[in-house]
């Protein structure tokens, strides 16, 4: 049957809103019959139709020009209505391009003169740009007026971008519930009608709505649907969905991708010439800069902002604009605003309606006040931000509980401002849970480091070392002290990463064979974004809340007659908490630069003693190591010398530290050192009941001598053992899982940008994190014998991601491994009389520092970078299964520390 013009007309509108790209060949045979029949009213509607299309794709000049000339059909063909529809969809255009007052004038002179629902269209359009000047309250009362006339007309064309329009601005309000309905009837009614397009759009909106509710997991499948539906399509939402993502990425602590998505999204927003969204994204490129430490650029993209703002004539958006100026500027701590000027932009924050933002720079502007002494001037501005601390997303509850702390010590009433902290924390904590992904548990911390920076620097100030403890433990590695991420068993993740391990195996055979590898390694990328994308995306099985940080008596009692060292660093400052005979001592260390400026100098020094380098150079590495050694030891437990004595320590470390190969210090040879991310995590390992199991050993390929390391390990505890072949990555898991002893002689690669692709490489390729999240049982002791094992990537509040983080978080009690880059080759011997100390019944670190004191020459170079990470157990006391406890250098005393090898 044919279609009539009216089913014709209908046809092209819709397909406009599915696939503009099809419609545009559609609409222009459309033209061309109506032309030749004298159609004069369709060939308007397929102008309008291609000028629809030509605004989902990109050319905004085009779609002007088939709008403008629809507008004059429709007026030769005797038509008001047609003419006013081109008329209204233009306004929308001339707002995408910057105008959106001009925009409004050219509704408002057509408006008086429509009638049903055309009208309700008009008004339907004009709320739109009202959404974009951020004028809320107009908006509403828009679509209040349309939305019954779509529906009495059954208009569910326009209906459904009207819902997905009002469920921006009810976002926007904070008006979960309602946005959810309006945008849930819209992907319904986009459904019904096959509009691909925009059921695409409104799956972004709804993903947007989720990443403000703080539904992470659900925002990042909204959005990666949309993204592959835009991309096909090829239309200009894409921009638009970089700058949501980019604010989710934010949201969760991963800066970096933040700022690489906003980067993104304003060169796809200049080339399509949206300028209506420019600034808004100019914004989001201006806090990650700022995060990042580039002022320069901060300041430069808030600036451009403004100024965009105000040409267009939004000054709700203006306002968010200013702000961000004034936030960068504090950021560079050179140019502070006054406070009187954040108290005023505070103040059109929140009657733009940006409640979020408004307490963000209320707490910016008291804490600015406070410095110059103006406790009245901050306690006005923190009274109004605290109000929101128990309704709305978490990021806000969070801010406004810090806000109440900080009011609370404004008043002296320092319980309080502790109970405060305590309660934001707790916020941020139950939000967390919601996370199933391992990376967005570590990043989230971000934003725990200001409410625990406040209540460690209240204890500080008490000079109270229980108190000190309790918040330094608040601070650290609270990701590791979660359940952690088992995914189950999915086809799809083992799939991608089999695909994964090969292909990066024939990158490595054709590098290998002088080859290039560029379409090997394309794919390698994608395969990796996809893999981590795809984690990211599901939620967590439960709700997994971290444990609780371990109380100072509880800890005295377990470390027996061993004394911990917890370090602890503040505005640029180090100090250490120590725990020894029962007793608690606060100390400060001074400045942290110099000790990070000789912690630098570490890695190069050993390499270059283990390497092939000349005498003369060899002599300058030997007095580098021994001056930086020397100076750090004076500086980090010089102070502690009387409280330590010559005790097995316990060392928790902060930020650099973490990468600090303890044995070199003068007052740490030959000692036992167990170096864990927190005291609470090493208690946790030390008091956890030992299990019986096997001893595996590994040999990875194309290391030399790890295959004869790996049998002369096996030899030693008559295990069994992996190599060629047989260690690939199933068979390794397989023998990971619940083993006693796990020996892992293998290329260790700390994946910088993605931590959780860390790996070590088998036979069939890298065995990665998101691999051993996969075992049920973590191997009680682990030994990585390989460069980089034992170090991690440290992030906000010392959240660490690395091999050795990842065997603790799933139930390792003691891991052993490298945090510098050495020789492979020359860690071979003492690694083989680490494993005959411990089969002898030596604890871990007592076994690593005696076989550390016997090394020699090139030796001595590569084992000093290897560490003991968790607790001292024994081999022998990890065969008990009755949970009689561990034989942990702690809580059974003393090490035992063998007088030879």
């Known amino acids: 049957m044919s279609r009539t013009p009216t089913d014709l007309a209908e046809a092209m509108l819709r397909l406009a809103e599915a696939d503009p790209a099809q419609l545009t060949s559609v609409a222009a045979g459309a033209v061309r019959a109506a032309r030749a029949r004298g159609d004069i009213a ?269 040409r267009q004539g939004r000054p709700e958006w203006a306002a968010l604009a200013r702000f961000a100026v004034l936030r960068s500027l504090a950021a560079s701590r050179t140019r502070a605003p006054a406070a009187a000027l954040l108290e005023r932009v505070a103040a059109d924050l929140t009657t733009a309606g940006w409640p979020g933002v408004a307490v963000e720079a209320r707490i910016l502007a008291a804490q600015l006040a406070l410095r110059r002494g103006r406790v009245e001037q901050a306690r006005r501005q923190l009274e109004q931000a605290a109000k929101p601390r128990l309704r709305g997303p978490a990021l806000l509850r969070a801010r406004a509980w810090h806000a109440t702390a900080l009011l609370r010590l404004t008043m002296g009433n320092q319980r309080g401002a502790v109970t405060a902290a305590r309660a934001g924390l707790r916020v941020l904590d139950e939000h967390r849970a919601t996370l199933g992904a391992t990376d967005l548990r570590a990043y989230s911390a971000q934003y725990r480091l200001d409410l625990a920076g406040l209540g460690l620097g209240m204890a500080l100030r008490t000079g109270r070392a229980e108190t000190v403890f309790a918040w330094a433990e608040e601070g650290r590695a609270s990701h590791l002290l979660m359940p952690p991420v088992h995914p189950p068993d999915d086809p799809y993740l083992a799939a991608a990463l089999s695909e994964l391990r090969a292909v990066m195996s024939e990158i490595n055979e054709r590098r290998r064979a002088g080859h290039g590898a560029g379409r090997l390694v394309q794919r390698q990328l994608a395969l990796e974004r996809d893999i981590r994308d795809y984690r990211r995306r599901q939620p967590a099985v439960r709700s997994p809340l971290s444990a609780r940080p371990v109380g100072a008596a509880t800890l005295a009692g377990a470390l027996a007659d061993a004394a911990l060292v917890e370090f602890v660093l503040l505005d640029g400052e180090l100090h250490a908490v120590t725990v020894a005979d029962g007793r608690l001592s606060l100390h400060r260390l001074g400045a942290a630069a110099p000790v990070r400026d000789l912690i630098d100098r570490i890695p190069f020094a050993l390499r270059r003693l283990a390497g092939r380098a000349d005498a003369a150079n060899r002599g300058a590495a030997g007095r580098m190591l021994r001056h930086a050694a020397e100076h750090l030891d004076r500086m980090l437990l010089g102070p502690l010398a009387r409280v330590i004595g010559d005790r097995p320590l316990v060392v928790i470390p902060t930020g650099f530290l973490q990468a600090l190969p303890w044995s070199i210090l003068p007052s740490c040879a030959g000692r036992p050192v167990t170096v864990s991310p927190s005291a609470t995590l090493w208690h946790a390992a030390a008091a956890a009941p030992g299990e019986s199991g096997h001893v595996l050993a590994v040999a990875g390929p194309g290391l030399p001598g790890a295959r004869a390391e790996a049998e002369a390990v096996a030899g030693i505890h008559a295990a069994p053992v992996l190599v060629g072949a047989e260690a690939n990555t199933e068979a390794v898991l397989t023998g990971l899982d619940g083993a006693r002893l796990a020996h892992l002689a293998a290329h260790g690669r700390l994946h910088a940008t993605n931590p959780l692709f860390s790996s070590l490489q088998l036979s069939d390729g890298p065995l990665t994190l998101y691999d051993l999240e996969r075992l049920r049982r973590s191997p009680q002791i682990v030994v990585l014998a390989a460069c980089d094992s034992g170090r991690s990537i440290v992030r906000a509040g010392d959240e660490l991601l690395g091999l050795s983080a990842t065997f603790l978080a799933h139930g390792a009690r003691t891991i052993i491994g490298s945090v510098v880059s050495v020789p492979d080759a020359e860690t071979a011997e003492p690694m083989i009389a680490l494993h005959r100390l411990l089969a002898a019944g030596h604890s871990a670190a007592t076994a690593l520092a005696e076989a550390q004191r016997a090394a020699s020459g090139e030796l001595l170079a590569a084992s000093a970078g290897f560490v003991c990470i968790g607790a001292d157990v024994t081999l022998q006391d990890d065969r008990t299964s009755d949970g009689s406890g561990p034989a942990a250098a702690g809580p059974r005393g003393r090490s035992r520390r063998p007088s030879t090898t």
């Not at 009208?119 to 309250?137: K, P, S, V, Y």
């Not at 200049?270 to 201006?286: D, K, M, N, Q």
Request: aromatic share 4%; proline share 2%; glycine share 8%.
């Open 42 to 310: 369709l060939e308007s509607v397929a102008e309008r139709a291609m000028g629809v299309a030509a605004t989902h794709l990109l050319d905004l000049a085009t779609a002007t020009r088939h709008l403008r000339a629809a507008m004059r059909l429709g007026a030769r063909a005797g038509s008001p209505e047609l003419a006013a529809e081109a008329r209204i969809r233009l306004a929308f255009v001339t707002s995408l391009r910057g105008r959106p007052h001009h925009a409004l004038d050219e509704i408002e002179s057509v408006l008086p003169t429509l009638h049903g629902v055309v009208r309700a269209r008009a008004e339907a359009q004009r709320a739109a740009i009202f959404n974009h000047l951020g004028r809320g309250d107009d908006a509403l009362a828009g679509y209040r007026l349309a939305v019954p006339a779509l529906r009495r007309a059954g208009d569910h064309l326009w209906l459904q971008r009207v819902l997905s329009n009002r469920g921006i601005v009810h976002g926007y309000r904070h008006e979960f519930a309602a946005a959810e309905t309006d945008l849930r009837e819209a992907e319904e009614l986009c459904t019904a009608l096959g509009l691909d397009l925009s059921l695409a759009i409104v799956r972004l909106n709804l993903g947007w709505v989720s990443a403000l509710r703080g539904d992470v997991p659900s925002a990042l499948a909204s959005f990666d649907g949309a993204e592959e539906r835009f991309r096909a399509l090829g239309t200009h939402q894409l921009g638009w969905l970089l700058a949501d993502r980019g604010e989710l990425l934010l949201s969760v602590g991963l800066v970096s991708e933040a700022r690489l998505a906003a980067r993104e999204a304003v060169e796809q927003l200049r080339r399509s010439r949206r300028a209506i969204g420019l600034p808004e994204v100019r914004l989001l490129l201006a806090r990650t800069a700022g995060l990042e430490g580039d002022d320069d650029e901060s300041v430069r993209e808030a600036r451009l902002a403004v100024t965009e703002f105000t």
